[in-house]
T-cell receptor, first 115, second 111 residues
Framework: EAQVTQNPRYLITVTGKKLTVTCSQNMNHEYMSWYRQDPGLGLRQIYYSMNVEVTDKGDVPEGYKVSRKEKRNFPLILESPSPNQTSLYFC??????????????FGAGTRLSVL | AQSVTQPDIHITVSEGASLELRCNYS??????LFWYVQSPGQGLQLLLK??????LVQGIKGFEAEFKRSQSSFNLRKPSVHWSDAAEYFCAVGLTDKLIFGTGTRLQVFP
């Protein structure tokens, strides 16, 4: 089954404790992206990757890191989480990089709480 | 700058009633438009998309949307709402490197 898999689905942590949220897709997609969803703000892009070893900042990249060493995986790293990073996070992928014509497929989301 | 506005934060309808969710966009060229639905505890699922051609677009689950260039709108409609349609709905415009989302409309359905 074609899917984007995020882990964990729920995570509670404390300020400053490094964490990684994994994202994997099995559709051989070139493009992957991370969004965060906050009430009243919709979804905002954090980072994206057009292909292996190619990543770029989105609209809200501060406090986050990503890597794309393999085509299928795109982990999101919070080196020193802070309470303002409490949010619902979504990973997405699409066949090719142009988001105008390519449908993005979303994971089920990771709800993160930073205390 | 490109943007998407969903004026209605929360809409409540009775089951069986018709539905229209509003979406307005700001984009300099021909827009590529999407509607996604997020059911409780789920990821986002694509309902329909508009790239070009016929301005009335049919999607899944009985939804349709109409692109109106003169009004910069892409409103989502359904003739008869089911209780399972209760969810949050997002309109988005596609750029080369990302989707820009509206703030979402939460739909509540009463029996």
């Amino acid at each position: 089954e074609a899917q984007v898999t995020q882990n964990p689905r729920y995570l509670i942590t404390v300020t400053g404790k490094k964490l990684t949220v994994t994202c994997s897709q099995n559709m051989n997609h070139e493009y992957m992206s991370w969004y965060r969803q906050d009430p009243g703000l919709g979804l905002r892009q954090i980072y994206y990757s057009m292909n292996v070893e190619v990543t770029d900042k989105g609209d809200v990249p501060e406090g986050y890191k990503v890597s794309r060493k393999e085509k299928r995986n795109f982990p999101l790293i919070l080196e020193s989480p802070s309470p303002n990073q409490t949010s619902l996070y979504f990973c997405a992928s699409s066949l090719s990089p142009d988001s105008r014509k390519n449908i993005q497929y979303f994971g089920a989301g990771t709800r993160l709480s930073v205390l | 700058a490109q943007s998407v506005t969903q004026p209605d934060i929360h809409i409540t309808v009775s089951e069986g009633a018709s539905l229209e969710l509003r979406c307005n966009y700001s984009y300099g060229a021909t827009p590529y438009l999407f509607w996604y639905v997020q059911s409780p505890g789920q990821g986002l699922q694509l309902l329909l998309k508009y790239f070009s051609g016929d301005t009335l677009v049919q999607g899944i689950k009985g939804f349709e949307a109409e692109f109106k260039r003169s009004q910069s709108s892409f409103n989502l409609r359904k003739p008869s709402v089911h209780w399972s349609d209760a969810a949050e709905y997002f309109c988005a415009v596609g750029l080369t490197d990302k989707l820009i989302f509206g703030t979402g409309t939460r739909l509540q359905v009463f029996p």
